[in-house]
C-alpha cells in the first residue's frame, strides 16, 4: 500500500458536468457552458441585454467568457455585477476538474472579463472553480513489502 502524505492528495472538485475522455475536451466543454448560459439567461439569471462571448485558449488551458452590457455607471453597487460573475464563474465550474494537491494542474483555468463601453475590462475574476470536493481514489504502485 502506498502511503497518502496528505488527504488533500486524494481530493478533487470535480464538476457536474466535467467528464475524462471523448466528448470532455475544453473546447466542447465550451459549447456546453455557451448552452448552460442561454439557459440561463431564459431563466432570468442574465440580463437580456448582457452579451457573452466564450474563447477556447487550448495551448494555456484558458477558457475566457468576455462579459459585454455591464458597468459601474449603470450598476453603481455592483450588485448584477457581481451575481453575473459568480453565476458564470459558478456554471464553468460545472464542466471543471480541479484536483486539490499541488501539483496537478486544472482541466482548465477560467477567466471572466467584464468588458466596458470603452472595450477594456473594468471588473475580472479568474480561477478554476467552485463546488463540492469528492474523494478519488489515489493510483495504486506496484511494491513490495520487504
Same mark, same amino acid.
Given at each position: 500500500?502506498?502511503?497518502?502524505?496528505?488527504?488533500?492528495?486524494?481530493?478533487?472538485?470535480?464538476?457536474?458536468?466535467?467528464?475524462?475522455?471523448?466528448?470532455?475536451?475544453?473546447?466542447?466543454?465550451?459549447?456546453?457552458?455557451?448552452?448552460?448560459?442561454?439557459?440561463?439567461?431564459?431563466?432570468?439569471?442574465?440580463?437580456?441585454?448582457?452579451?457573452?462571448?466564450?474563447?477556447? *485558449?487550448?495551448? /494555456? $488551458?484558458? %477558457?475566457? +467568457?468576455?462579459?459585454? !452590457?455591464?458597468?459601474?455607471?449603470?450598476?453603481?453597487?455592483?450588485?448584477?455585477?457581481?451575481?453575473?460573475?459568480?453565476?458564470?464563474?459558478?456554471?464553468?465550474?460545472?464542466?471543471?476538474?480541479?484536483?486539490?494537491?499541488?501539483?496537478?494542474?486544472? *482541466?482548465?483555468? /477560467? $477567466?471572466? %472579463?467584464? +468588458?466596458?463601453?470603452? !472595450?477594456?475590462?473594468?471588473?475580472?475574476?479568474?480561477?478554476?472553480?467552485?463546488?463540492?470536493?469528492?474523494?478519488?481514489?489515489?493510483?495504486?504502485?506496484?511494491?513490495?513489502?520487504?
Amino acid at each position: 500500500m502506498v502511503p497518502i502524505e496528505s488527504t488533500v492528495n486524494c481530493l478533487v472538485l470535480w464538476g457536474a458536468r466535467a467528464g475524462v475522455g471523448l466528448g470532455y475536451t475544453l473546447e466542447a466543454a465550451a459549447v456546453r457552458l455557451a448552452e448552460d448560459i442561454a439557459e440561463l439567461r431564459d431563466d432570468g439569471g442574465v440580463p437580456a441585454h448582457v452579451r457573452t462571448v466564450i474563447t477556447v *485558449l487550448p495551448q /494555456q $488551458r484558458v %477558457l475566457e +467568457i468576455r462579459v459585454e !452590457g455591464l458597468s459601474v455607471e449603470s450598476d453603481p453597487d455592483r450588485t448584477t455585477i457581481r451575481e453575473v460573475t459568480h453565476a458564470l464563474f459558478e456554471l464553468a465550474s460545472y464542466h471543471n476538474i480541479v484536483a486539490l494537491d499541488a501539483t496537478t494542474p486544472p *482541466l482548465f483555468t /477560467q $477567466r471572466i %472579463l467584464l +468588458i466596458g463601453s470603452d !472595450g477594456r475590462p473594468f471588473s475580472a475574476m479568474i480561477g478554476s472553480g467552485v463546488g463540492d470536493v469528492d474523494s478519488v481514489t489515489p493510483p495504486q504502485k506496484n511494491r513490495r513489502d520487504v
